[in-house]
Protein backbone atom coordinates (compact mmCIF):
# COMPACT_ATOMS: atom_id res chain seq x y z
CA UNK A 1 0.00 0.00 0.00
CA UNK A 2 1.23 3.42 -1.06
CA UNK A 3 1.25 6.37 1.17
CA UNK A 4 -1.13 8.90 0.21
CA UNK A 5 1.50 11.80 1.24
CA UNK A 6 3.75 13.04 3.73
CA UNK A 7 3.08 15.40 6.63
CA UNK A 8 5.61 17.75 8.44
CA UNK A 9 4.54 17.61 12.73
CA UNK A 10 3.27 21.27 12.95
CA UNK A 11 2.08 21.36 9.76
CA UNK A 12 -1.34 23.35 10.91
CA UNK A 13 -1.75 24.81 7.08
CA UNK A 14 -2.61 21.22 5.51
CA UNK A 15 -5.85 19.79 5.82
CA UNK A 16 -6.96 16.21 4.60
CA UNK A 17 -9.89 16.19 2.15
CA UNK A 18 -11.17 12.93 1.64
CA UNK A 19 -14.91 12.28 -1.07
CA UNK A 20 -16.14 9.25 0.38
CA UNK A 21 -17.54 7.11 -2.47
CA UNK A 22 -19.74 4.01 -1.82
CA UNK A 23 -18.92 0.54 -3.90
CA UNK A 24 -19.81 1.98 -7.26
CA UNK A 25 -17.35 4.82 -7.12
CA UNK A 26 -20.38 7.32 -6.57
CA UNK A 27 -20.08 10.22 -3.41
CA UNK A 28 -21.88 9.39 -0.52
CA UNK A 29 -24.79 11.82 0.42
CA UNK A 30 -23.61 12.78 4.11
CA UNK A 31 -26.72 15.73 3.74
CA UNK A 32 -28.90 15.83 6.70
CA UNK A 33 -28.65 15.43 10.66
CA UNK A 34 -26.63 13.17 12.15
CA UNK A 35 -24.04 12.62 9.03
CA UNK A 36 -20.12 12.93 10.31
CA UNK A 37 -17.29 11.77 9.55
CA UNK A 38 -13.69 11.03 11.43
CA UNK A 39 -10.46 10.21 10.29
CA UNK A 40 -9.08 7.25 12.84
CA UNK A 41 -6.03 4.99 12.38
CA UNK A 42 -3.10 3.66 14.36
CA UNK A 43 0.59 3.55 13.71
CA UNK A 44 3.36 0.85 14.74
CA UNK A 45 5.93 3.21 14.86
CA UNK A 46 3.86 5.60 17.19
CA UNK A 47 2.02 3.02 19.11
CA UNK A 48 0.61 4.77 22.17
CA UNK A 49 -0.58 7.43 19.76
CA UNK A 50 -3.83 7.03 17.46
CA UNK A 51 -5.67 9.39 15.66
CA UNK A 52 -9.53 9.99 16.18
CA UNK A 53 -10.33 13.19 14.20
CA UNK A 54 -13.90 14.66 13.37
CA UNK A 55 -13.89 16.42 9.91
CA UNK A 56 -16.00 18.79 9.01
CA UNK A 57 -18.83 18.04 6.01
CA UNK A 58 -17.34 20.75 3.18
CA UNK A 59 -19.94 19.51 0.21
CA UNK A 60 -22.06 16.91 1.79
CA UNK A 61 -23.81 16.01 -0.50
CA UNK A 62 -21.02 14.83 -2.88
CA UNK A 63 -19.64 13.31 0.13
CA UNK A 64 -16.69 15.57 0.86
CA UNK A 65 -15.28 16.15 4.41
CA UNK A 66 -12.24 17.88 5.12
CA UNK A 67 -10.30 17.14 8.17
CA UNK A 68 -8.26 20.55 9.25
CA UNK A 69 -4.48 21.11 10.16
CA UNK A 70 -3.60 17.45 10.16
CA UNK A 71 0.36 17.89 10.42
CA UNK A 72 -0.86 18.75 14.15
CA UNK A 73 -1.99 15.03 14.70
CA UNK A 74 1.18 13.70 15.09
CA UNK A 75 4.08 16.11 17.46
CA UNK A 76 7.79 15.87 17.83
CA UNK A 77 7.51 15.48 21.05
CA UNK A 78 5.84 11.41 20.16
CA UNK A 79 8.20 11.33 17.40
CA UNK A 80 11.13 11.46 20.08
CA UNK A 81 9.72 9.47 23.00
CA UNK A 82 9.29 7.10 20.53
CA UNK A 83 12.93 7.16 18.69
CA UNK A 84 11.78 7.67 15.23
CA UNK A 85 12.15 10.36 12.63
CA UNK A 86 8.51 9.67 10.81
CA UNK A 87 6.01 7.57 11.76
CA UNK A 88 3.62 6.07 9.08
CA UNK A 89 -0.55 5.42 9.85
CA UNK A 90 -2.98 3.35 8.25
CA UNK A 91 -5.95 5.31 8.51
CA UNK A 92 -9.45 4.90 7.69
CA UNK A 93 -12.34 7.47 7.41
CA UNK A 94 -15.61 6.50 9.25
CA UNK A 95 -18.52 8.03 8.42
CA UNK A 96 -22.45 7.77 9.18
CA UNK A 97 -25.59 9.22 7.30
CA UNK A 98 -28.47 10.59 8.21
CA UNK A 99 -29.91 7.23 8.78
CA UNK A 100 -27.52 6.52 11.00
CA UNK A 101 -25.46 3.86 9.09
CA UNK A 102 -22.18 3.44 9.49
CA UNK A 103 -19.41 2.24 6.84
CA UNK A 104 -15.46 2.54 6.60
CA UNK A 105 -13.68 4.04 3.46
CA UNK A 106 -10.83 1.59 2.52
CA UNK A 107 -7.27 1.61 4.34
CA UNK A 108 -4.57 4.52 2.96
CA UNK A 109 -1.61 5.71 4.83
CA UNK A 110 -0.29 8.98 5.24
CA UNK A 111 3.49 9.64 6.81
CA UNK A 112 4.39 11.92 9.84
CA UNK A 113 7.86 13.37 9.61
CA UNK A 114 9.98 15.25 11.97
CA UNK A 115 9.82 18.57 11.08
CA UNK A 116 13.37 19.37 9.54
CA UNK A 117 15.88 21.32 11.98
CA UNK A 118 15.83 18.59 14.55
CA UNK A 119 18.58 16.63 15.17
CA UNK A 120 19.04 13.31 12.51
Known amino acids: MEALGEVVVGATRRDFVATIVDENDEPVNLSGVGASAKLQGRSTDTPLVTIDLTGTLTDPSQGVVTFPSIGSLVTQAQLTTAAV ?36
Open 85 to 120: KRSTYKLRVKYTDSAAKIDFTTEFLIIWSQDPLQPA
